[in-house]
């Protein structure tokens, strides 16, 4: 959306440009680093979603490349046809689903729940854990101030800088919605997610927990339960992500997703890479900056250092 690229653009600096045709366009960013010529559609988003199929994606990303010979380029398209051969050139991956759930109503969300699903929401409930809804710029330095810490402490990875979760909330605010969902008990958040509402959507784009294991609560379960309630209506569909398909921690999420209902298309990702395009020495220059951030992690410094060093990495690691 043009909230996401504005807000990628301030957050990032990076070069925003928008390929036009009579009845599409397809936004991507022009990148020159440390890993090469890139042209990617886009940074940090999943996916783009058109109502054509991928063999025209392709010719449309594939005019875009040509202005382009010696950069890299890659696009993530939902949806498939086995029947498309990727021309030479080019890669295509399949190895990807996008998961969602429809907001027709919170009744018919409820049967579609796996019965597991259910159980868990009723078991949270019980706990004593409640959901709130906030939108206030409180609740986004709560959120971002637990993702650094999740993040940080269960994977030993690097977060978006605070500029990013700032424009995020103002662009969408003015657009259709920035929501932050929190599982709560009477002491402390269990677990938050970030949504961005814009048009008839509804985004999952970052979600967080506690570091201390809170999973006997169910409170994700809640969590989900509570947001299909709160916004069936008004708005149509809950998108709620890519992830990786047979890659380790992400076969549980898919199933957590599939436990909701939850619809899948196959992500298509396209990729060219030019003659001349050295994948060496971008892996090369992609793990130096691991090593960076693994560093940075693990070094205790002033938060506004820290963040810093956040806007500085991170824009590598889309």
């Not at 929190?182 to 269990?190: F, G, K, S």
């Not at 209902?261 to 994948?279: M, N, Q, Y």
Request: hydrophobic share 45%; with cysteine.
């Amino acid at each position: 959306s043009r909230e996401w690229l504005g807000a990628m653009a301030e957050a990032f600096r990076f070069d925003v440009r928008v390929a036009i045709w009579a009845d599409d366009s397809i936004p991507f960013v022009r990148l020159d680093d440390a890993l090469g010529k890139r042209i990617v559609a886009v940074p940090f988003a999943d996916y783009l979603s058109r109502r054509y199929g991928p063999r025209e994606f392709h010719e449309r990303v594939a005019a875009i490349a040509a202005q382009f010979p010696d950069h890299q380029v890659k696009a993530r398209f939902v949806g498939e046809d086995r029947a498309f051969i990727v021309p030479a050139a080019w890669s295509g991956d399949r190895e990807a689903t996008a998961l969602s759930v429809e907001l027709a109503s919170a009744e018919h969300a409820w049967q579609r729940f796996a019965p597991a699903f259910r159980r868990n929401v009723r078991k949270a409930e019980r706990s004593g854990v409640h959901v709130t809804v906030d939108s206030g710029g409180d609740a986004i330095d709560r959120f971002q101030a637990m993702l650094v810490a999740y993040r940080r402490e269960k994977f030993g990875l690097a977060t978006p800088p605070m500029a990013l979760f700032e424009r995020l909330h103002a662009r969408f605010s003015a657009a259709g919605g920035c929501f932050i969902v929190e599982a709560r008990t009477t002491d402390r958040v269990l677990a938050a997610v970030m949504l961005l509402g814009c048009g008839d959507h509804l985004w999952y784009k970052f979600g967080a927990s506690a570091i201390a294991d809170d999973r006997a609560l169910r409170p994700n379960n809640l969590v989900f339960w509570r947001i299909i309630q709160e916004f069936s209506g008004r708005f149509a569909r809950l998108n709620l992500g890519m992830n990786w398909t047979g890659q380790d921690g992400e076969d549980g999420v898919i199933r957590f997703k599939r436990s909701m209902g939850a619809t899948e298309r196959t992500v298509t990702i396209l990729t060219r890479r030019p003659d001349g395009f050295s994948s060496r020495s971008a892996d090369a220059a992609l793990d130096f900056f691991r090593s960076v951030s693994h560093f940075a992690l693990s070094t205790p410094m002033p938060a506004a250092v820290d963040n810093c060093v956040r806007r500085s990495l991170f824009r590598h690691f889309h």
